[in-house]
Protein backbone atom coordinates (compact mmCIF):
# COMPACT_ATOMS: atom_id res chain seq x y z
CA UNK A 1 0.00 0.00 0.00
CA UNK A 2 2.91 2.44 0.81
CA UNK A 3 4.22 1.60 -2.70
CA UNK A 4 1.16 2.72 -4.32
CA UNK A 5 0.66 5.64 -2.39
CA UNK A 6 4.56 6.32 -3.22
CA UNK A 7 3.98 5.66 -6.90
CA UNK A 8 0.88 7.90 -6.85
CA UNK A 9 2.30 11.02 -5.36
CA UNK A 10 5.04 10.48 -7.90
CA UNK A 11 2.48 10.50 -10.72
CA UNK A 12 0.57 13.18 -9.41
CA UNK A 13 4.04 15.38 -8.61
CA UNK A 14 5.19 15.28 -13.06
CA UNK A 15 1.66 16.25 -13.73
CA UNK A 16 1.95 19.25 -11.76
CA UNK A 17 5.45 19.84 -13.17
CA UNK A 18 4.49 19.77 -16.48
CA UNK A 19 1.09 21.62 -16.25
CA UNK A 20 3.60 24.37 -14.49
CA UNK A 21 6.00 24.29 -17.27
CA UNK A 22 2.91 24.57 -19.54
CA UNK A 23 2.09 28.12 -17.19
CA UNK A 24 5.79 29.12 -17.43
CA UNK A 25 5.83 28.54 -20.80
CA UNK A 26 2.52 28.18 -23.09
CA UNK A 27 2.85 26.97 -27.04
CA UNK A 28 1.87 29.97 -28.17
CA UNK A 29 5.19 31.31 -27.39
CA UNK A 30 7.62 29.28 -29.67
CA UNK A 31 10.11 27.29 -29.70
CA UNK A 32 13.23 27.95 -31.60
CA UNK A 33 17.33 28.04 -31.73
CA UNK A 34 17.27 24.40 -33.63
CA UNK A 35 18.32 23.65 -37.48
CA UNK A 36 15.60 25.07 -39.78
CA UNK A 37 16.75 26.53 -42.48
CA UNK A 38 19.86 24.87 -44.28
CA UNK A 39 22.95 27.25 -44.85
CA UNK A 40 24.28 27.71 -47.80
CA UNK A 41 28.09 26.77 -49.22
CA UNK A 42 30.56 28.18 -51.30
CA UNK A 43 32.11 32.10 -50.82
CA UNK A 44 29.74 34.26 -52.65
CA UNK A 45 25.80 34.04 -51.77
CA UNK A 46 23.23 35.97 -53.40
CA UNK A 47 20.23 36.94 -51.01
CA UNK A 48 17.15 39.23 -50.92
CA UNK A 49 14.58 40.46 -48.30
CA UNK A 50 11.34 41.15 -48.12
CA UNK A 51 8.13 41.72 -46.41
CA UNK A 52 4.64 42.79 -46.45
CA UNK A 53 3.60 40.79 -49.43
CA UNK A 54 0.51 40.65 -51.59
CA UNK A 55 -1.08 38.40 -54.25
CA UNK A 56 -1.72 41.17 -56.55
CA UNK A 57 0.05 42.58 -59.72
CA UNK A 58 2.49 44.00 -56.98
CA UNK A 59 3.35 41.26 -55.22
CA UNK A 60 3.83 38.91 -58.25
CA UNK A 61 5.54 41.78 -59.86
CA UNK A 62 8.23 41.79 -57.08
CA UNK A 63 8.56 38.75 -57.22
CA UNK A 64 9.21 37.88 -60.76
CA UNK A 65 11.99 40.27 -60.44
CA UNK A 66 13.30 38.34 -57.77
CA UNK A 67 13.24 34.60 -59.86
CA UNK A 68 14.96 36.64 -63.33
CA UNK A 69 18.16 35.53 -61.39
CA UNK A 70 19.80 33.12 -59.97
CA UNK A 71 20.01 33.19 -56.18
CA UNK A 72 20.16 31.18 -52.73
CA UNK A 73 18.04 32.41 -49.98
CA UNK A 74 15.03 34.72 -49.78
CA UNK A 75 14.67 36.10 -46.11
CA UNK A 76 10.91 36.82 -45.93
CA UNK A 77 10.17 39.74 -43.46
CA UNK A 78 7.10 38.80 -42.37
CA UNK A 79 3.09 39.15 -42.61
CA UNK A 80 0.84 37.44 -44.60
CA UNK A 81 -2.53 38.95 -44.47
CA UNK A 82 -5.27 36.90 -43.36
CA UNK A 83 -3.36 34.13 -42.17
CA UNK A 84 -4.81 32.37 -39.68
CA UNK A 85 -4.81 29.01 -41.64
CA UNK A 86 -2.21 27.08 -43.77
CA UNK A 87 -5.18 27.40 -46.60
CA UNK A 88 -4.97 30.86 -46.36
CA UNK A 89 -0.88 30.94 -46.93
CA UNK A 90 -1.13 28.89 -49.66
CA UNK A 91 -3.96 31.38 -50.96
CA UNK A 92 -2.27 34.62 -50.29
CA UNK A 93 1.26 33.62 -50.12
CA UNK A 94 2.00 30.79 -52.83
CA UNK A 95 0.98 33.00 -55.84
CA UNK A 96 3.67 35.35 -55.28
CA UNK A 97 6.73 34.17 -53.48
CA UNK A 98 5.48 30.99 -52.54
CA UNK A 99 7.27 29.88 -55.36
CA UNK A 100 10.70 30.09 -53.51
CA UNK A 101 9.46 28.12 -50.47
CA UNK A 102 12.33 25.66 -50.60
CA UNK A 103 14.92 28.69 -50.62
CA UNK A 104 13.22 31.01 -48.30
CA UNK A 105 14.01 31.66 -44.39
CA UNK A 106 11.04 33.09 -42.88
CA UNK A 107 10.66 35.00 -39.92
CA UNK A 108 7.01 35.80 -38.22
CA UNK A 109 5.20 39.21 -38.73
CA UNK A 110 2.22 40.86 -36.13
CA UNK A 111 -0.30 39.33 -38.83
CA UNK A 112 1.25 35.41 -38.59
CA UNK A 113 1.88 35.23 -35.01
CA UNK A 114 -1.48 35.66 -33.17
CA UNK A 115 -2.18 32.25 -35.10
CA UNK A 116 0.12 30.66 -35.85
CA UNK A 117 -0.28 27.17 -34.63
CA UNK A 118 -2.89 27.05 -37.33
CA UNK A 119 -0.96 29.17 -40.17
CA UNK A 120 2.28 30.05 -40.19
CA UNK A 121 4.09 26.85 -38.30
CA UNK A 122 2.18 24.16 -40.61
CA UNK A 123 3.01 26.14 -43.71
CA UNK A 124 6.29 26.40 -43.14
CA UNK A 125 6.77 23.03 -41.81
CA UNK A 126 5.73 21.54 -45.11
CA UNK A 127 7.24 23.85 -47.22
CA UNK A 128 10.75 23.15 -45.50
CA UNK A 129 10.03 19.46 -44.98
CA UNK A 130 10.84 19.97 -41.55
CA UNK A 131 8.94 18.51 -38.11
CA UNK A 132 8.95 21.54 -36.18
CA UNK A 133 8.79 25.11 -36.83
CA UNK A 134 11.68 27.06 -34.96
CA UNK A 135 10.32 30.30 -34.12
CA UNK A 136 14.03 31.78 -34.10
CA UNK A 137 16.95 30.20 -35.47
CA UNK A 138 20.33 30.76 -37.75
CA UNK A 139 21.87 29.39 -40.84
CA UNK A 140 25.27 30.60 -42.71
CA UNK A 141 25.74 31.93 -46.39
CA UNK A 142 28.48 33.95 -47.72
CA UNK A 143 31.25 33.79 -44.97
CA UNK A 144 27.98 35.33 -43.23
CA UNK A 145 25.67 33.87 -39.77
CA UNK A 146 22.34 35.15 -40.79
CA UNK A 147 19.98 35.31 -37.33
CA UNK A 148 16.34 35.14 -37.88
CA UNK A 149 14.62 36.43 -34.91
CA UNK A 150 10.90 36.61 -33.20
CA UNK A 151 10.03 40.18 -32.63
CA UNK A 152 6.65 38.54 -31.83
CA UNK A 153 7.31 36.43 -29.07
CA UNK A 154 9.03 37.18 -25.87
CA UNK A 155 12.24 38.93 -26.97
CA UNK A 156 13.50 40.07 -23.26
CA UNK A 157 16.90 39.45 -22.43
CA UNK A 158 16.21 36.02 -20.10
CA UNK A 159 13.56 34.54 -22.55
CA UNK A 160 14.92 31.37 -24.06
CA UNK A 161 15.41 33.40 -27.42
CA UNK A 162 17.09 36.27 -25.55
CA UNK A 163 19.58 33.71 -23.82
CA UNK A 164 19.99 31.57 -27.31
CA UNK A 165 21.03 34.67 -29.26
CA UNK A 166 23.51 35.64 -26.72
CA UNK A 167 25.01 32.29 -27.07
CA UNK A 168 24.74 32.72 -30.58
CA UNK A 169 26.86 36.04 -30.39
CA UNK A 170 29.45 34.82 -28.18
CA UNK A 171 31.94 34.06 -31.08
CA UNK A 172 34.17 37.52 -32.11
CA UNK A 173 33.40 39.86 -35.26
CA UNK A 174 30.76 41.66 -36.93
CA UNK A 175 29.92 39.36 -39.84
CA UNK A 176 26.26 38.76 -39.13
CA UNK A 177 23.08 39.89 -40.56
CA UNK A 178 19.56 40.08 -37.89
CA UNK A 179 16.48 40.14 -39.19
CA UNK A 180 12.69 40.12 -38.14
CA UNK A 181 9.52 41.68 -38.46
CA UNK A 182 9.33 45.12 -36.63
CA UNK A 183 11.96 47.48 -36.69
CA UNK A 184 13.72 49.09 -33.88
CA UNK A 185 14.33 52.23 -35.73
CA UNK A 186 12.05 53.67 -38.60
CA UNK A 187 11.06 56.90 -40.33
CA UNK A 188 7.69 55.45 -41.59
CA UNK A 189 4.02 55.26 -40.32
CA UNK A 190 4.56 52.79 -37.48
CA UNK A 191 7.80 54.67 -36.69
CA UNK A 192 10.39 53.38 -33.91
CA UNK A 193 9.45 49.90 -32.13
CA UNK A 194 10.87 50.45 -28.67
CA UNK A 195 9.84 46.88 -27.53
CA UNK A 196 12.40 45.53 -29.54
CA UNK A 197 15.22 47.08 -28.27
CA UNK A 198 16.61 43.69 -26.26
CA UNK A 199 17.29 42.00 -29.66
CA UNK A 200 18.83 45.75 -31.01
CA UNK A 201 21.17 46.15 -27.92
CA UNK A 202 22.16 42.48 -28.05
CA UNK A 203 23.67 42.74 -31.22
CA UNK A 204 25.62 45.90 -31.18
CA UNK A 205 29.01 45.18 -31.46
CA UNK A 206 28.28 41.55 -32.79
CA UNK A 207 26.47 42.35 -35.88
CA UNK A 208 26.44 44.62 -38.91
CA UNK A 209 23.48 44.75 -40.62
CA UNK A 210 20.12 44.40 -39.47
CA UNK A 211 16.73 43.87 -41.91
CA UNK A 212 12.83 43.92 -41.21
CA UNK A 213 9.51 44.76 -42.72
CA UNK A 214 6.72 46.09 -41.46
CA UNK A 215 6.45 49.64 -42.73
CA UNK A 216 5.49 49.32 -46.07
CA UNK A 217 8.05 51.48 -48.10
CA UNK A 218 12.22 50.77 -48.33
CA UNK A 219 14.82 52.57 -46.04
CA UNK A 220 18.32 52.29 -45.09
CA UNK A 221 19.57 54.25 -42.15
CA UNK A 222 22.85 55.80 -41.49
CA UNK A 223 24.42 52.81 -39.41
CA UNK A 224 23.34 53.35 -35.58
CA UNK A 225 25.96 52.08 -33.15
CA UNK A 226 28.05 50.27 -35.78
CA UNK A 227 24.44 48.34 -37.19
CA UNK A 228 23.23 49.39 -40.87
CA UNK A 229 19.44 48.85 -40.91
CA UNK A 230 17.07 48.55 -43.73
CA UNK A 231 12.99 48.21 -44.31
CA UNK A 232 12.38 46.20 -46.75
CA UNK A 233 8.56 46.35 -46.64
CA UNK A 234 7.36 47.04 -50.04
CA UNK A 235 6.54 43.93 -51.30
CA UNK A 236 2.82 43.98 -52.48
CA UNK A 237 0.79 45.51 -49.19
CA UNK A 238 -0.36 49.20 -50.28
CA UNK A 239 2.29 51.56 -48.94
CA UNK A 240 3.09 53.66 -45.89
CA UNK A 241 4.69 57.29 -46.39
CA UNK A 242 8.06 57.68 -44.72
CA UNK A 243 9.25 61.16 -43.02
CA UNK A 244 11.94 61.97 -45.73
CA UNK A 245 12.87 64.81 -42.75
CA UNK A 246 14.04 62.27 -40.85
CA UNK A 247 17.87 62.56 -40.21
CA UNK A 248 18.52 59.35 -39.67
CA UNK A 249 18.01 58.07 -43.28
CA UNK A 250 20.27 57.55 -45.45
CA UNK A 251 17.97 56.48 -48.54
CA UNK A 252 13.75 55.95 -48.76
CA UNK A 253 11.16 55.48 -51.08
CA UNK A 254 7.45 54.65 -50.11
CA UNK A 255 6.28 54.97 -53.61
CA UNK A 256 7.83 51.79 -55.31
CA UNK A 257 7.71 47.95 -54.84
CA UNK A 258 11.00 46.60 -54.77
CA UNK A 259 12.90 44.28 -52.41
CA UNK A 260 16.65 44.32 -51.01
CA UNK A 261 19.37 42.09 -52.98
CA UNK A 262 22.45 40.91 -50.64
CA UNK A 263 25.53 39.67 -52.39
CA UNK A 264 27.36 37.92 -49.56
CA UNK A 265 31.31 37.65 -49.14
CA UNK A 266 33.91 37.03 -46.74
CA UNK A 267 33.78 40.60 -44.79
CA UNK A 268 31.65 42.42 -47.04
CA UNK A 269 27.76 42.81 -48.13
CA UNK A 270 27.04 44.38 -51.35
CA UNK A 271 23.16 46.07 -50.95
CA UNK A 272 20.68 47.86 -53.88
CA UNK A 273 17.26 48.08 -53.55
CA UNK A 274 15.94 46.93 -56.35
CA UNK A 275 12.46 47.88 -58.11
CA UNK A 276 9.79 45.19 -59.39
CA UNK A 277 11.21 46.91 -63.11
CA UNK A 278 15.13 46.22 -62.66
CA UNK A 279 15.59 49.86 -61.76
CA UNK A 280 18.07 50.22 -58.84
CA UNK A 281 17.21 52.53 -55.81
CA UNK A 282 20.13 52.73 -53.93
CA UNK A 283 23.11 50.43 -53.59
CA UNK A 284 26.59 50.38 -51.84
CA UNK A 285 28.20 47.84 -49.34
CA UNK A 286 29.11 47.44 -46.03
CA UNK A 287 31.85 45.87 -44.03
CA UNK A 288 31.95 43.44 -41.27
CA UNK A 289 34.69 42.29 -38.74
CA UNK A 290 36.18 38.77 -38.60
Known amino acids: M????????????????????????????GVGGFPFVSSVGG?????????????????RAVADRIASAPFDRLLYLGDVYGSETAAEFASNYTPTYGRFARRTAPTPGNHDWPSHETGYDPYWRK??????????YAFS????????????????ARSPQGRWLRSEL?????????????PRFSAGKHGDQEDVAPLWSALRGHAAIVLNGHDHDMQ??????GITAFVSGAGGRSHYA???????????????YGA????????????????ADGRVLDSGSVGCRR
Open 170 to 182: RNPGTCRIAFWHR
Open 2 to 29: LLGTLVGLAVGFGIFQGAKALLADPPSA
Open 141 to 156: AGGWRLLSLNSETDHS
Open 127 to 136: ALGRERTAAW
Open 220 to 225: RMRPIG
Open 43 to 59: QRATIWAVGDGEANDAG
Open 260 to 275: LRLVLRAGSAAFAFVA
Open 242 to 256: VDRGDGRLAFSDDTT
